[in-house]
């Protein structure tokens, strides 16, 4: 199910501690137009590792509140992430990849 997101509503649904990968500490990993957030970092390296890219990645965690922020959502809808997977899976038999999809909002 996709829906539009606000930045007050993508915090309400998420934990106080969000996660995401990264191959370089900093930049959020993402699929365009998909971006991938998780409750635990232990469920974000699952994720990379089913994944199977190659790519050498890891969970950050931090503040879901610091995490997001109009800049962000404006960085990421500026870089061509217009959806947010929220604790993702992906299927082992297809390896399709399941889970709540957030829409991000265009600006006004």
Same mark, same amino acid.
């Given at each position: ?16 501690? =969000? ?24 469920? @974000?390296?699952?994720? $990379? *590792? @089913? ?14 509140? $610091?995490? =997001? ?10 870089? @061509?992430?217009?959806?947010?997977? =929220?604790?993702p899976s992906i299927d082992p038999d297809s390896g399709d990849?399941?889970? *709540? =999809? ?7």
């Amino acid at each position: 199910m996709s829906e539009d997101v606000t930045m007050e509503q993508l915090v309400e649904v998420l934990p106080a501690r =969000i996660w995401y990968l990264t191959s370089n500490g900093q930049d959020m990993w993402c699929r365009r137009p998909y971006g991938f957030l998780f409750s635990t970092g232990q469920s @974000a390296e699952d994720f $990379a *590792k @089913a994944m199977g890219n190659g790519e050498e990645l890891f969970a950050v965690g931090l503040d879901a509140g $610091a995490l =997001i922020s109009n800049e962000m959502l404006d960085g990421l809808r500026n870089s @061509a992430v217009t959806r947010l997977f =929220i604790d993702p899976s992906i299927d082992p038999d297809s390896g399709d990849v399941h889970g *709540k =999809i957030l829409r991000l909002a265009p600006m006004n």
